[in-house]
């Protein structure tokens, strides 16, 4: 960004110019990058001489030694405009919390920045007026107190009391253009209601010093380019690029330094604000002081603004020019690639926030919460309608990351990419958020399940033998009674000087005595893989110990908590996992098959040298195992 502010004094004749003295450059502590900077002084004959004051701010002092019809003072500044967060800085640990007190030899650096503001004569300090305003519209945190195991309580971080103070001037004050001269007192700013940025910042810096913060007065430009995009949640910002003197208070924060407020905007100072004269008082900060004999005069002002590069963002990405450039580029790397054979897969997970509340958990740590839940599913559907028509939603459970409670919810969509359907009837699919109803009993909806395993293993071609119900484990229940610390004693609970627990027949005895109680299946179990000797499905009879299937315990679906390790003894034979690249031919026709009895019989293969699904470990929240799954059928809890 390149700004140019021009001042120019044309004269009805030639006239005596006193000594002036410049505070337009950037401050050595401007946060914004100043990759250069000019300035240029007519009539040529003059004599410049940069210093920094007292406050370390530079000036130019300039002398004219012979009369001039015109003083022109030109000022160049090429800035990189890079967002800037306002709050990133350190704080001290004894300044985090509002209040505090500066240590004594930094109270005595800042005293002329601690030094209240008079309202009326020297030394009378604040109105009253402004301070039954700071009564009335300041936070007033309690004290700060630390225990005996070094936590601290009370007090308001000041962060937060920043925002609030800068905030309440913000609302008070409304904003004008003034003309006149010098800057209003904060008595008469509040009185009307009304300043210019000048005025609001010096109302600001009294109310940071009558609230024991060192505070200062600044002078700079402030330089606002127009966004790339309407806002989605709040007003524009301006029309076209732009910049103007302006001026705004800085706060002295231990660790941070100085932070700036601006009280027109109540926002805090960012990359837009260029500081070039800090100092305890705004006599000190005037951008260009100085003096001329008596003489009719014309001034001229300008001060503008342009973009000199722009990297392409998301807002505002290439030109068609360049994007063809990049395709053209892509292009002659695909055919570098396709001449050597050289193959590549692509994977990752895009991350979407919401434009709205981004603060609430549900956009910062939980794995769940009702908008995040309504924007997946509306993000679902309309990608679903754009390529997988005919496809399916699947909802399920995904990433579960440590330190949260539950697993993430995952939604699927799986669809083909010839366009012929998998799923035709949409209608018959559910949505796990819908309000049901659910009116079945459980015996009724595990009723329900068993009829849908068995129905989708006969068009496997798997026998009702070897569909299996799966039971959430007694044993577990019993384990959990028993740590219980109060109320009954379990009946069923198992002495550990039991002389059966010494043998494995004893114990496969308590076993099968719990066995036999199960209750209500929690869902059906189907068996199957792809046929390693030919194509289709098959299936394996599970040599289960115990009667019944029993699931790990846990919370999460069926699918994920079967008891693998105890279909066999030994490890699935190991497989070869096919190319992604493999040429794997056409898939077979989407059309309905003619029904069960039509289907092929799936062979039964031996449990120990089949590819069957099993896993030597599992744990409660799931178990994991290789590509081919058994199937399951559950009911709805």
Not at 240 to 267: M, N
Not at 272 to 283: D, E, F, K, N, V
Not at 287 to 299: E, K, L, R, Y
Request: aromatic fraction near 8%.
């Amino acid at each position: 960004m390149a700004l140019d502010h021009r001042t120019t004094y044309r004269f009805e004749r030639p006239v005596t110019i006193h000594p002036h003295t410049v505070r337009l450059r950037p401050a050595p502590h401007s946060r914004t990058p100043i990759e250069a900077y000019s300035l240029d002084i007519t009539p040529k004959n003059h004599f410049i001489n940069w210093q920094q004051d007292a406050f370390g701010n530079y000036l130019a002092r300039l002398v004219f030694p012979e009369p001039a019809s015109e003083l022109s003072i030109n000022v160049g500044v090429v800035a990189d405009m890079t967002v800037i967060n306002p709050f990133d800085f350190f704080v001290e640990d004894y300044a985090e919390h509002v209040p505090f007190s500066y240590p004594a030899d930094l109270r005595s650096d800042l005293e002329p920045y601690l030094r209240r503001v008079d309202d009326g004569a020297p030394g009378s300090g604040p109105s009253a007026q402004v301070l039954e305003w700071i009564d009335q519209h300041v936070p007033k945190p309690e004290p700060v107190t630390v225990d005996a195991d070094g936590e601290k309580s009370g007090g308001m971080r000041i962060v937060d009391f920043l925002v609030a103070v800068n905030q309440a001037v913000q609302r008070d004050v409304a904003y004008t253009v003034r003309l006149e001269p010098g800057v209003q007192s904060p008595d008469e700013t509040l009185t009307k209601a009304l300043g210019s940025c000048r005025d609001s910042a010096w109302l600001l810096v009294s109310v940071l010093r009558e609230l024991g913060l060192a505070a200062r007065f600044v002078s700079g430009y402030l330089v606002q380019l127009t966004s790339d995009i309407s806002s989605i949640d709040g007003p524009d910002g301006p029309a076209a690029d732009f910049t103007d003197l302006h001026a705004w208070a800085e706060v002295y924060v231990p660790g941070a330094g100085w932070i700036g407020l601006d009280a027109t905007s109540g926002l805090f100072a960012g990359e837009g604000h260029i500081p070039l004269s800090c100092t305890p008082h705004p006599s000190a900060a005037a951008p260009i002081s100085g003096a001329t004999d008596f003489v009719g005069v014309d001034f001229e002002f300008s001060n503008t603004v342009r973009r000199v590069h722009e990297d392409p963002r998301v807002t505002k990405p290439y030109s068609d020019e360049q994007w063809e450039q990049v395709a053209a580029l892509g292009r002659h790397v695909d055919s570098i690639l396709s001449d050597r054979d050289v193959r590549l897969t692509m994977g990752g997970e895009p991350t979407f926030v919401s434009a709205f509340g981004t603060a609430t958990p549900q956009w910062e740590s939980a794995a769940d919460g009702p908008e995040k839940r309504e924007r997946a599913a509306e993000l679902a559907e309309l990608l679903r309608r754009r390529w997988a028509t005919g496809g399916i939603t699947h909802h399920g459970q995904g990433k579960w990351y440590p330190g949260e409670p539950l697993p993430r919810w995952q939604i699927g969509l799986t669809w083909r990419t010839d366009g012929e359907p998998l799923w035709r009837d949409p209608a018959l699919l559910d949505e796990p958020w819908s309000p049901g109803p659910y009116l079945d009993t459980p015996t009724e909806a595990a009723d329900k399940a068993r009829v849908l395993a068995h129905a989708i293993a006969a068009r496997l071609g798997i026998g009702d033998d070897l569909v299996l119900p799966g039971y959430e484990d007694p044993l577990d229940t019993v384990l959990a009674e028993a740590r219980q610390p109060r109320g009954d004693r379990p009946e069923d609970d198992v002495e550990p000087d039991d002389p059966a627990l010494a043998s494995e027949t004893g114990r496969a005895g308590i076993v099968d005595r719990h066995d036999a109680t199960v209750g209500t299946p929690a869902g059906w179990i189907i068996p199957v893989f792809p046929d390693p000797d030919g194509e289709g499905w098959a299936t394996a009879r599970w040599r289960m110990r115990r009667r019944h299937v029993f699931l790990t315990s846990g919370t999460s679906p069926m699918g994920l908590r079967l008891p693998l390790s105890s279909v066999a003894w030994g490890e699935a034979p190991a497989e070869t996992e096919r190319s992604t690249f493999e040429e794997r031919g056409d898939l077979p026709s989407g059309e309905p098959s003619g029904g069960a009895e039509s289907v092929r019989p799936a062979p039964v293969l031996p449990i120990d040298t089949s590819p069957a699904p099993r896993s030597s470990s599992s744990s409660a929240r799931g178990t994991s195992s290789r590509s081919s799954r058994p199937c399951s059928a559950s009911r709805m809890p």
